[in-house]
């Protein structure tokens, strides 16, 4: 089988979803878009993206309000967030053709084993961890401002020896549609170090109606979002994962380099969807306080969130 003979589907067209499966389908590779609400409005016109990076695409795409109408995919790379998670494991079981490999594009821990348990034996399990900004603007409307790296590493499935190629594989097919990616050999350590920026930038985004500019502008809000990298990176550490030296300030200073961006939090929260906060901070505040550590700044910034969330669900 050839590379761009590989069918890939996409479980969440979402800002995620759709920004990577477009990137896909416009390199060639044969795309299969799952969608819910938003099925008619893709069915009928397409996938537009306005991208700073890549320019503006708009392209016919195979959508389906259905998993059981798709057929069997190779790849399945999972854009919906980690809040619906118990709905996705039979909609990827149904679109998986056997030995599919399925790639978890979402934030926080313990997403994979939420999930592994649901999935059969022969499906490989992947964690994908995207560095972008992007988000939706309407149905099938997609705006892109910075970066868009996509590093993966292997979570368990039937690969053994030849994970590492599995992995290869998919970094391949990112890197055919002009993405960057990169194996992970630590998916675990991989996935905090994303909660280095995740962790103060989506909350506070919440708390403080603030976006990454004034955010990283205001002395007492950068002082913050300084504290909660650091209790992020003492988490990691407790849990066995050192992160590189220096990693929250290389954050800083990508995230000062970045257009002014409203996190996906935000967005979630306007529109009133559940947020994610067991995988972004409910799981790592377990496994941090269950190796004996403390995470105080974290621990009141879920707690203020959680309120929030409740608050803003409708009754």
């Not at 592994?116 to 995207?130: S, T």
């Not at 368990?156 to 020896?161: E, R």
């Not at 504290?227 to 988490?235: F, P, Q, R």
């Not at 550490?237 to 050192?242: E, N, S, W």
């Amino acid at each position: 089988m050839g590379p761009r003979s590989t069918r890939i589907g996409i479980i969440g067209t979402g800002a995620i979803g759709g920004f990577y499966g477009l990137m896909l389908a416009r390199a060639g590779f044969d795309v299969h878009f799952l969608l819910r609400s938003e099925y008619q409005a893709v069915h009928e016109h397409g996938i537009r993206l306005d991208s700073a990076v890549h320019g503006r695409v708009h392209m016919p795409v195979n959508a389906y309000a259905n998993a059981a109408d798709m057929p069997p995919c190779d790849w399945l790379l999972v854009g919906a967030k980690a809040t619906s998670n118990e709905q996705l494991a039979p909609l990827i079981v149904q679109a998986a053709a056997p030995g599919a490999k399925v790639v978890l594009l979402q934030n926080g821990l313990g997403v994979e084993e939420q999930l592994r348990p649901a999935l059969r034996a022969d499906l490989h399990l992947l964690g994908g961890l995207c560095f972008i900004c992007v988000n939706r603007q309407g149905p099938g409307d997609i705006r892109h401002q910075a970066l868009g790296a996509v590093n993966l590493g292997y979570h368990s499935g039937p690969g053994g020896a030849d994970a590492e190629q599995v992995v290869e594989e998919g970094a391949g097919l990112f890197r055919a549609a002009g993405i960057d990616s990169q194996a992970m050999a630590n998916l675990d350590q991989a996935r905090w170090q994303k909660l280095v920026w995740n962790v103060p930038y989506n909350g506070l985004s919440v708390l403080l109606q603030a976006s990454t500019t004034p955010l990283m502008a205001d002395p007492d809000s950068r002082a913050l979002i300084e504290a909660l990298m650091a209790e992020v990176v003492e988490g990691a550490k407790a849990c066995g994962q050192v992160l590189p030296d220096g990693y929250a300030a290389h954050l800083l200073r990508v995230t000062e380099q970045m257009p002014d961006y409203w996190p996906s939090m935000y967005h979630d929260h306007t529109q009133q969807r559940p947020l994610e906060l067991q995988a972004i901070y409910a799981e790592p505040l377990k496994r941090a306080a269950a190796a004996g550590c403390q995470l105080p700044r974290m621990q009141a910034l879920y707690q203020s969130l959680a309120f929030m969330d409740r608050r803003s669900q409708p009754n």
